[in-house]
């Protein structure tokens, strides 16, 4: 197989298939029992915090480990024994691996000579690549004569000009400052457009994931949690897991025990027609969660979701735009610190049981002050209810 053949525009991508994958190192349990299906052509973003098993998919797929249980897959032929250097996938890691006493032509051109390129077809290759990357004026200096996006550049490059069948992406923007970082996220999704190659991209951070991949696949403690695309882990997270690690900031999760709403407990005001954008008596909340300096009040649907469930106790989940601050809240906080953004607040809050909750308020909404006590409300339409012991979505 010649790495020459075509541009870069003919896409050479495999899908990659993990069936019941376990890793362990020794006692430790990397990876249980992982099984993804990833079409050939798709932006895959591994997501999830750090030790929980994403650089050991990579390197399963790379074959620089193999699984304690399971079978890796790539184009559906079994990957399980086969060497590194038959797989034909390229990595891309957050610590570029350049060499740095050979140019950056050299760099790139690399795994083109490995494999016997001949010269010509390497000079067209790095210029067509070099060009797509802007990095054509760089070509004879060294990695130490050029800047840290530079460098991602050409690590980049010398993946590409591989066309291999899977890129896996460990982490490669996260030494890049905040501004490369948003403009090589937009690049990388560019050139996945226009290869239409597979990738697998590692990252712990839940924007790059939102904004770069077809699917995320969220894992926790080497177990995968949801795959799903990022509307979806969005609006319907499997699990509170999810709901808590996705968005930003992410989604407030507060467990309490289910009481009946009685007349005591029920507002003795009368109505307002903002009870019914809270979850008021008015919107014919039958149940609230309970917990230390007040309750969240469940309207119709979930509040029958959890009584058919019988269930003593829930966790209510709630994204900080539906979080208000508001006299009459349901729910006793203090203000811990309000953090600006410009165009949005997000106001801190602790509960007296000392959890605490994050209210996302537009910018010409009255906020109060560090220290002040506050009312919390919620929109109850927004609510999302998970199982007290599973943690599972309970959907309504
Ligand atoms: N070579 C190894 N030897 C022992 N433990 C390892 C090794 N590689 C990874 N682990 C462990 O496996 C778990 C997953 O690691 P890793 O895949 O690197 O996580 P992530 O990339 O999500 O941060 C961690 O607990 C880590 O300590
Ligand atoms: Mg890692």
Redesign the pocket.
């Known amino acids: 197989m010649s790495a020459g053949e075509g541009g870069l525009d003919v896409p050479r991508a495999a899908g990659v298939e993990l069936e019941g994958v376990t890793k362990s190192?020794?006692p430790?349990l990397?990876l249980d029992g992982l099984s993804l299906d990833v079409p050939a052509g798709e932006f895959l973003v591994l997501l999830?915090p750090?030790?929980?098993?994403?650089?050991?998919?990579l390197r399963l797929v790379a074959g620089l480990e193999e699984p304690t249980r399971g079978v890796v897959r790539i184009g559906d032929q079994v990957m399980n024994g086969v060497d590194p250097k038959e797989r034909d996938v390229a990595m891309v890691f957050q610590s570029y691996a350049l060499y740095p006493h050979l140019s950056v032509r050299r760099n790139i051109e690399f795994p083109l000579r490995s494999r016997h390129v001949d010269a010509r077809e390497r000079m067209r290759l790095v210029a067509e690549v070099s060009s797509a990357l802007q990095i054509g004026s760089l070509l004879d200096r060294k990695p130490a004569e050029i800047s840290g996006g530079q460098r991602q550049r050409v690590a980049l490059a010398r993946a590409i000009v591989r066309r291999p069948r899977v890129f896996l992406m460990d982490e490669p923007l996260s030494n890049l400052d905040a501004q490369l970082r948003v403009e090589m996220r937009a690049e990388l999704v560019e050139l996945h457009q226009r290869l239409g190659s597979t990738i697998l991209y590692?990252t712990h951070d839940q924007v790059e994931a939102m904004t770069m991949g077809d699917r995320i696949a969220i894992m926790n403690h080497?177990v995968l949690q949801q795959v799903d695309t990022p509307e979806k882990v969005h609006d319907r997270p499997a699990n509170a897991f999810v709901a808590g690690f996705i968005g930003s900031p992410p989604m407030n999760i507060l467990a309490g025990v289910v009481e009946p709403v009685t007349g005591d407990t029920a507002p003795a005001r009368s109505p307002t027609p903002a009870d019914r954008s809270v979850g008021g008596t008015d919107a014919g909340a039958l149940v609230s969660v309970g917990m230390p300096g007040g309750s969240i009040p469940l309207g119709g649907p979930l509040a029958e979701a959890v009584l058919s469930r019988g269930l003593a106790s829930v966790i209510v989940g709630v994204r900080p735009e539906h979080v208000s601050i508001d006299p009459a809240g349901s729910l006793a906080a203090s203000v811990t610190l309000v953090e600006s953004l410009g165009h949005e607040r997000h106001v801190v809050c602790r509960l007296e049981a000392g959890q605490l909750v994050v209210a996302r308020l537009a910018a010409r909404e009255a906020v109060p002050r560090t220290g002040e006590r506050v009312s919390l409300s919620f929109s109850a339409e927004h609510l999302q209810l998970f199982e007290p012991d599973t943690e599972a979505r309970i959907d309504v």
Not at 50 to 57: A, L, R
């Open positions: 190192f020794g430790n990397a999830g750090s030790g929980c098993g994403k650089t050991t998919v590692v080497g």
